[in-house]
Nanobody, 114 residues
């Protein structure tokens, strides 16, 4: 099973930016989809952005135009660039690899202050 390690979370003021990274222990190509999810306190985990094996990237309505998912296929890293952050973006952000041998990272906390 792939190991996923997220980093880049932290405390930021509203309007600020953060870039999350997810390092894959193996090739990032081996999965149907790779992406980011988040879970706020008292809420269910929700999709943030997906980088599919084929096709266009997918974004939640709440982040479209502010967040960008990208990948480095040489370093096997998935990124999430988050701009114009708002307090509602506060959550634990998880990296996911969907497919045989896939799984979840441990999560990284993002806190946006007003």
């Amino acid at each position: 099973q792939v190991q996923l390690v997220e980093s880049g979370g932290g405390l930021v003021q509203a309007g600020g930016s953060l870039r999350l990274s997810c390092v894959f222990s193996g090739s990032i190509f081996g999965f149907n989809n790779v992406g980011w999810y988040r879970q706020a306190p008292g809420k269910q985990r929700e999709l943030v952005a997906i980088y599919p094996r084929t096709g266009s990237r997918i974004y939640a309505d709440s982040v479209r135009g502010r967040f960008t998912v990208s990948r480095d296929v040489v370093k096997n890293i998935l990124y999430l660039q988050m701009n114009s952050l708002v307090p509602e973006d506060t959550a634990v952000y998880y990296c996911n690899a969907d497919g045989d041998g896939g799984g979840w990272g441990q999560g990284t906390q993002v806190t946006v202050s007003s």
